[in-house]
């Protein structure tokens, strides 16, 4: 079989000692003498499990104390709903939409919660929502942001400079690929299925005083949620299996400043040859929110993209269509992407370009 390089948005490629231990594991879990797949959510082995993500979740991301973690089923769409159901009635929330994912997040919000305020940044430069000078956030006690929008390629991680105290933030595709701090964040969830493992769990990073008593049932009270240390319910527990194993394998790695090095250099690569090659390619996206987790770009000939990513399946290079909302290509660089995967898929992309000039 030839070997695939998978580039896909997610479900997205997994680092390969992952994959062996998880081969391993399936067939016997240490020395349990089971498989990783029956053991039970409330045994001694899950516990340590759920300690070592909790250590190294605060190493990866120098989580100050007042941060939980909290590990949720539904995907990152069934946020859209539940934080709405955890935030007060009597405080305001609003949605800096910057994409797809974001315009979906604020059409949930407004079905849950009255006087939600959408900011539509949407096609606009975002550089005139940094800095003080901007005050269109000032009513809003809470405001969600999607970090990277993974269908336009739209990346905003300047948290630090909006002016805002309690950002909520979908970090589904970047979580892990740069460090930040919680100063004024909330809250940041993000489904594992691009840089932090497979579909199944939703990280949350929670901060103590977002945490707010309500009358919700139980598995949508987020502040029980998180006091039960995720295991209110049977949790999926492969899913967080697989989350602890990447947590080892990116901080045997270098953490995420070298992830964040990575995706840095491969995406300025990648970015710099469309540019330059302007009379066949095109990137549509601002350069300064250029996102480096995601590389959306198109050929000016649009009967180009469907024959690159043939000829690019052809050659073992897979999962770089577009979203079929938008079209073109998208090329995704999550942290399993090392640099061996990346140069092969320059050097296909440069031949293809010099052989159609
Ligand atoms: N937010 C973003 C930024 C995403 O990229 C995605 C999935 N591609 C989602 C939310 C939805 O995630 P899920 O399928 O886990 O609900």
């Known amino acids: 079989m030839t070997k695939v390089f998978n580039f896909s948005p997610g479900p997205s490629k997994l680092p390969q000692p992952v994959i062996d231990a998880v081969g391993k594991s399936v067939n016997v879990y240490k020395n349990t003498g089971k498989s990783v797949l029956e053991i039970s959510h409330r045994s001694n082995e899950f516990a340590d499990i759920l300690n070592e993500i909790q250590i190294n979740f ?7 104390e ?37 315009n979906k997040t604020s059409e949930d919000f407004t079905k849950i919660f009255d006087n939600l305020e959408i900011i539509d940044a949407r096609n606009q430069d975002l550089t005139k929502y940094v800095g003080g000078d901007f005050d269109g956030f000032k009513n809003i006690n809470f405001l969600h942001m999607t970090s990277n929008e993974t269908i336009e390629g739209v990346q905003f991680k300047d948290f630090n400079n909006l002016n805002h105290d309690n950002l909520i933030i979908d970090m589904s595709s970047d979580l892990g690929s ?44 987020l502040k029980l949620l998180t006091k039960s240390n995720s295991i209110l319910n049977t949790p999926p527990t492969l899913s967080i299996y697989v989350l602890n194993l990447v947590t080892n394998w990116m901080i045997e790695m270098g953490g995420t400043e070298y992830f964040q090095n990575k995706s840095e250099r491969q995406s300025k690569t990648i970015y710099d040859f469309i540019d330059n090659n302007n009379e066949i390619l095109n990137c549509n996206v601002d350069s300064k929110f250029r996102s480096k987790s995601n590389i959306v770009f198109n050929f000016l000939d649009d009967s180009q993209n469907n024959k690159f990513i043939d000829l690019a399946k052809e050659n073992g290079i897979i999962g770089i269509n577009g979203h079929r909302s938008v079209g073109g290509i998208r090329v995704s660089l999550f942290n399993s992407i090392d640099d061996d995967m990346f140069e092969y898929f320059m050097n296909f992309f440069k031949k293809y370009i010099s052989e159609s000039k």
């Open 66 to 102: 007042d941060v939980n973690v909290l590990l949720l089923q539904g995907g990152a769409t069934f946020q859209n709903s539940f934080i709405p159901m955890n935030v007060s009635k009597n405080k305001t929330l609003g949605c800096f939409v910057t994409g797809t994912w974001g």
């Open 58 to 64: 605060s190493k990866l991301f120098n989580l100050p």
């Open 178 to 221: 740069y460090s930040f701090n919680f100063d004024n964040l909330s809250y940041v969830y993000a489904g594992a299925q691009k840089n932090m493992g497979i579909p199944g769990v939703t990280i949350c990073l929670v901060k103590d005083d977002f945490l707010i008593d309500t009358d919700n049932p139980k598995y949508l009270n």
